[in-house]
């Protein structure tokens, strides 16, 4: 629990520095606005094409585990996009950005460090086969799903045709693209690239939760909408219930490593859900749901450790 506090006190700290600078007037909105868009531009992109780029797929890749982990983060996916769209009467693309955040987890900042220090360094192998899910598939399936909401009641033809020219203009789908291009290929950076992108990809984290605090300072009451209890619901419950039970029914996955995986769902929703939130408009409850279910984060997370590594 000690060790648990202490990782996620530094996130909630960054959150609160954001929160007190927007506050105290020490910056303004619009500076929060723009540090967002270096952040989803810029530092998130050389996060995922660094990462990708240095994956040794040959020889990390465990078939059963994306499968598994791939199919219980869809069943959390399409479970709150239903729930959503089809309940609360939501937007496809609000719908479809809440699916997002009940299915995407902290892998590299709440999960990674938490894993490595119970399980040692089988968690070196579940880390990037989850994040190669939640980059591969969810991320670009999320994109996919708002841009087909937003082309209008033209023909399927012209919707796909636009759908697909706004994507391969986005630079995390270029990242992501990229990084698995060089990751197949065997391909490296030049030294110089490397050190570039490692800094770039320093930034996102710090820069990320500042933009979530700033996004808090200026939450409205209409922010604070019922939708947040379904995203934080399925986040935090579904997601790991339904990874759980895929490991159960997908053979061929190491019972250590199946646990690993089980935790990775457990913990709270991606740093930059609020900021990838921005486009289409609902960033103040995407940002209420990362606080509260990283808070409880502080309270699930033993009870789930417990329970796999016993």
Not at 98 to 115: D, E, H, Y
Not at 201 to 216: C, D, N
Not at 270 to 278: D, E, W
Request: with cysteine; glycine share 6%.
């Amino acid at each position: 629990m000690y060790e648990i506090v202490t990782l996620m006190l530094p996130i909630l700290l960054l959150i609160g520095l954001g929160l007190f600078a927007v506050k105290s007037r020490m910056i303004n909105p619009g500076h929060i606005e723009g540090i967002a868009s270096f952040v989803l531009n810029f530092a998130l992109p050389a996060v995922l094409l660094s990462a990708l780029a240095k994956q040794d797929i040959s020889k990390s890749f465990n078939l059963g585990y994306v499968l598994a982990y791939g199919t219980g983060s869809l069943v959390a996916f399409f479970g709150v996009l239903a729930v959503l769209r089809f309940w609360l009467k939501r937007p496809m693309d609000r719908a479809s950005m809440g699916a997002f955040g009940a299915s995407m987890s902290n892998s590299g900042f709440i999960a990674f460090p938490v894993t490595s220090i119970v399980f040692g360094e089988i968690a070196l192998l579940a880390i990037p086969l989850s994040m190669l899910i939640e980059n591969v598939l969810i991320m670009p399936l999320t994109f996919m799903l708002i841009e087909w909401a937003n082309s209008g009641k033209d023909s399927a033809l012209s919707v796909l045709r636009q759908t697909a020219s706004r994507l391969v203009r986005m630079p995390l789908l270029l990242a992501i693209a990229c990084g698995l291009t060089m990751a197949l290929l065997e391909l490296s950076f030049p030294a110089p690239i490397v050190k570039s992108l490692d800094m770039l990809a320093a930034a996102s984290a710090p820069a990320a939760l500042f933009v979530v605090g700033g996004v808090i300072a200026t939450l409205r009451p209409t922010d604070l909408q019922i939708d947040i209890v379904p995203v934080v619901l399925g986040k935090m419950l579904l997601h790991p219930v339904a990874v759980f039970a895929a490991f159960l029914v997908i053979p061929g996955v190491p019972a250590q490593l199946a646990a690993v995986g089980v935790v990775i769902s457990a913990v709270s929703m991606v740093t930059i859900y609020p900021i990838l939130s921005r486009r289409v408009g609902m960033e103040g409850s995407a940002a209420a749901s990362l606080v509260i279910a990283t808070a409880l984060c502080l309270i699930t997370l033993p009870f789930v450790l417990a329970m796999v590594a016993s």
